[in-house]
């Protein structure tokens, strides 16, 4: 059964299976509308960042897992003002996710995402990358995606 992202495709359990919840392809209906989602990070309106905390001496203490929850409710409600509420993450089709230490964050960041998508047939495309470094130095995850209204 599709669900409100299209219908994902997951390769034969003798192949290899992704490490999270997503699906290997997803196909999209004909007639639906693409939403292109501007990287998003963890930053609040007030400018500061959920997930960051700073230290006396002005460094960073970075939490990649509270991060990643805010990145993701920030897209949620990016994608529901672009639609009039009509849709929300669930509509997501395609993702990047963009880490600056994927070795120390990657699981982290799978375990929020995994939260959202509990299951890989729904969960959209996703590819995740390692940066050398985001436009803040109080951010270790961003994710840009595309969703689809069907109409």
């Not at 599709?2 to 290997?24: D, E």
């Not at 460094?59 to 990145?71: P, S």
């Not at 409600?77 to 509420?85: H, P, S």
Request: charged share 20%; proline share 5%; net charge neutral.
């Amino acid at each position: 059964m599709a669900s409100p992202n299209g219908t994902g495709y997951l390769l034969p359990a003798t192949k290899a299976q992704g490490l999270a919840n997503y699906p290997h392809a997803r196909t999209i209906p004909s007639a639906a509308r693409t939403i292109f989602v501007s990287g998003i990070s963890s930053r609040r309106g007030d400018g500061t960042f959920e997930g960051c905390e700073t230290q006396a001496d002005g460094t960073h203490v970075l939490d990649c897992g509270a991060q990643t929850a805010a990145v993701l409710r920030n897209i949620e409600i990016t994608i529901r003002g672009a639609t009039d509420g009509k849709c929300g993450l669930e509509s997501v089709v395609d993702a990047t996710v963009f880490l600056t230490d994927i070795r120390k964050d990657y699981a982290a960041m799978n375990a929020e995402w995994n939260k959202v998508w509990p299951d890989r047939t729904k969960a959209p495309a996703r590819t995740c990358v390692q940066v050398g470094a985001l436009p803040n130095e109080r951010i270790n995850v961003e994710i840009k995606c595309q969703a689809v209204i069907s109409e």
